[in-house]
């Protein structure tokens, strides 16, 4: 009996806000791209020797940790609870570069946060935009594919100068 007035508040709260289960899926998938971006981020800084590899990583934590704080405000306000660390498949990738160091670690870091993740997020954000029911979650992907594509231009770069070096 708990159990079906907790799925009846659930849903109320859903009907109430009128966020869809796509939209809190697609918020739960947003976050847990900036969320891993925060946290390979912070890996970088503490691995790489690169200063721009350095620089890059010190960006991604500033921006996406921005992008998670605004999506936190949108959350809260649809009454939609976000995750609070990567998913299982992120942290298994992160635990990829864990072990690597050096020029190793940055061609990879580059590689796959940078480029191969924010490829990533730049079509979830663009499903985003053209499947949301939300317009709120939809003007949240407008402002914020910016960025992502800003920040793969950014890693195409470094890619060229690192990894195809």
């Known amino acids: 009996m708990a159990a079906a007035a907790m799925l009846l508040g ?6 109430q806000s009128g966020i869809s289960r796509g939209d809190k ?11 891993a971006e925060v946290a390979s981020g912070r890996m970088a800084l503490e691995k790489s020797q690169n200063e721009q590899v350095k620089q890059f990583a010190q960006k991604m934590i500033d921006d996406h940790t921005k992008a998670e704080a605004e999506l936190q405000q949108l959350a809260d306000a649809k009454g939609v609870k976000l995750p609070t660390e990567p ?3 992120q942290k298994t990738k992160a635990a990829t570069l864990k072990p690597l160091t ?3 670690f940055d061609k990879q870091y ?3 946060a940078g480029v191969g993740d924010h490829e990533n997020a730049h079509k979830l954000l663009a ?3 053209t499947k949301a029911k939300d317009t709120d979650l939809r003007a949240y992907a407008d402002k914020t594919i910016k960025a992502v594509d800003e ?3 950014m890693a195409k770069q ?8």
Not at 10 to 15: D, G, K, N, V
Not at 158 to 165: H, S, T
Request: aromatic share 8%; glycine share 2%.
């Open 10 to 15: 659930t849903s109320f709260a859903y009907a």
């Open 25 to 35: 899926d697609f918020m739960e998938d947003i976050a847990h791209a900036n969320l």
């Open 87 to 89: 998913s299982v498949a």
């Open 102 to 104: 050096g020029e190793t």
């Open 110 to 112: 580059i590689k796959h």
């Open 127 to 129: 499903k985003v935009q």
């Open 151 to 153: 920040h793969l231009d």
């Open 158 to 165: 470094l890619e060229q100068q690192i990894v195809k070096k």
